[in-house]
């Protein structure tokens, strides 16, 4: 079963979900679609939507849920629908799907599938899907999304249409948090903050005061480092920073959205000293992040951030 939002529940980027929307609904499709943006903005939701529209058998795709198909996808046993989302994906998997693909569509007029997290496919893996976006069977639809179009291939990026997702205004997620999902004030102001403009991770704070409390604990913590002179304190936070390498990634995402928020909050204010500090420290978590995708020893990498040697 499948966690499908309607489109027009999604908060934000309201005009790329227009666009999706009208297009599944006038069948006008292109083969492949790369949504691109930050992490928690609503892509793998839209995604879902939107290969459900494109499946749905009833006459107005966008207020059905009834119809065969749509009964299919929600209970996540749709034939004709194919979702990836995986730590990493391998090139059998691939292949596995390129084949299904190429079949005729059991129901209705399209085959669908929708691969979270594209850059998580292997060399090996994008290489054998690579012929599936030159070649695509005239019924396939491929979604693919990502965060960053260069975390992929030139090539499957340059054959797919690119949607681009943004950040979702501080204002629409104060007003889910505290009238829809009840939230108080103070407590939404402050998840607002932390979210940076991520509405999904917004969501999943509102849920969780624990990792509320720990995401605000590590950012300051992370910040005082980083702020200090003192390079034991550096070395030593950086040494206990990395012991958490599961959570790494996100927690150094949460740092880089409260080092946004603060930008936000400083914006025209060129002669800010703090402004030159923020956009460096913003350069260093990028180049941090990608580092550590890309399997480098983490605990060099923290330190090398914190002691500014990473430029």
Known sequence: MYNVVA???????????KYLGDSACENNLSHAYLFCGPECVGKT????????LILCEGSNPA???ECPSCKLFESGNHPDFHYIDKDTVLVDEIRELTNALELKPFRGKAK???????????VQALNSFLK???EPAPHTVIILTTENKKNLLETIVSRSRLVNFGLVPDKQIYELLNTE???KRTDAEQIVNLAGGRIGYAITLAADKELATDTINVTSEFLRAYRSVDIHEKVA????????????????????????SELLRLSGDTKNVRTGELLTLLNRLTKSVEMIRRNANTKLVIEGLLLGSIS
Request: aromatic share 4%; net charge negative.
């Open 181 to 183: 999902l009840g939230v």
């Open 63 to 65: 207020d059905c849920t």
């Open 132 to 134: 599936t976006l030159e």
């Open 45 to 52: 939701k839209a995604g879902l939507d939107f290969a459900r």
């Open 7 to 17: 489109m027009r529940d999604i908060v934000g980027n309201a005009a790329i979900i």
């Open 112 to 122: 669908v599938a929708l691969i979270s997290h594209a850059e998580r496919l292997t």
């Open 237 to 260: 936070f950086a040494d206990k920073l990395s012991k958490e390498k599961d959570s790494l990634e996100p927690k150094l995402q949460n740092v880089e959205m409260a080092v946004r």
